[in-house]
T-cell receptor
Framework: SAVISQKPSRDICQRGTSLTIQCQVD?????MFWYRQQPGQSLTLIAT?????????ESGFVIDKFPISRPNLTFSTLTVSNMSPEDSSIYLC????????????FGPGTRLLVL | QKEVEQNSGPLSVPEGAIASLNCTYS??????FFWYRQYSGKSPELIMS????GDKEDGRFTAQLNKASQYVSLLIRDSQPSDSATYLC??????????????FGQGTILTVHP
């Protein structure tokens, strides 16, 4: 499986500001995903990021709020824009690994607290 | 109706017992099914994947899939306190623009007490 890192691991931000989260993979992967896990909740997919194309957003998530970049096959960023306390969550990136199935492996996550 | 639903927890079992975790899903075209374990403060870790009807065993873990009943389960034999975590069922319903999309259940908290 791939080794996935995320930066920052955690942050405390003021409302109205923006934070960019980085996701780095040690191997080239086609599919990368961004998830949100709100306190005490399960994971919700924000968007799918493929290299060379615009990210595909799930219902309830928009590009203006969560712009995503995917400049190459090993890297992606998610920006949380104009943050409010409701954005306090864990943000996770994952990659789909070609092991014969559609297995996804997750990075360590970014814990965001918005004051 | 939730797309992926897990048996309500928390589930508490004694050490050495079998823990049974259940999951149902609504999308009949789902092809891939996964169980993740998530320790508090950590990210989800893949435990098992299953794609065909029947049982799949890996050490103390057995995944069971019944596509006709839209049901997938995870059995943990000889449960250990280190198995105490939240277990997440995830279903992949590939197709359209959502290729590779994982839909997660709400999770079941398992506690294994000595």
């Amino acid at each position: 499986s791939a080794v996935i890192s995320q930066k920052p691991s955690r942050d405390i931000c003021q409302r109205g500001t923006s934070l960019t989260i980085q996701c780095q993979v040690d191997s080239q992967v086609t599919m990368m995903f961004w998830y949100r896990q709100q306190p005490g909740q399960s994971l919700t997919l924000i968007a799918t990021a493929n290299q060379g194309s615009e990210a595909t957003y799930e219902s309830g998530f928009v590009i203006d709020k969560f712009p995503i970049s995917r400049p190459n096959l090993t890297f992606s960023t998610l920006t949380v824009s104009n943050m409010s306390p409701e954005d306090s969550s864990i943000y996770l990136c994952s990659v789909e690994w070609s092991d014969g199935g559609q297995t996804q492996y997750f990075g360590p996550g970014t814990r965001l607290l918005v004051l | 109706q939730k797309e992926v639903e897990q048996n309500s927890g928390p589930l508490s079992v004694p050490e050495g017992a079998i823990a049974s975790l259940n999951c149902t899903y609504s999308d009949r075209v789902s092809q891939s099914f996964f169980w993740y374990r998530q320790y508090s403060g950590k990210s989800p870790e893949l435990i098992m994947s299953i794609y065909s009807n029947g049982d799949k065993e890996d050490g103390r873990f057995t995944a069971q899939l019944n596509k006709a009943s839209q049901y997938v389960s995870l059995l943990i034999r000889d449960s250990q306190p280190s198995d105490s975590a939240t277990y997440l069922c995830a279903v992949n319903s590939a197709g359209g623009t959502s290729y590779g999309k994982l839909t997660f259940g709400q999770g079941t908290i398992l506690t294994v007490h000595p």
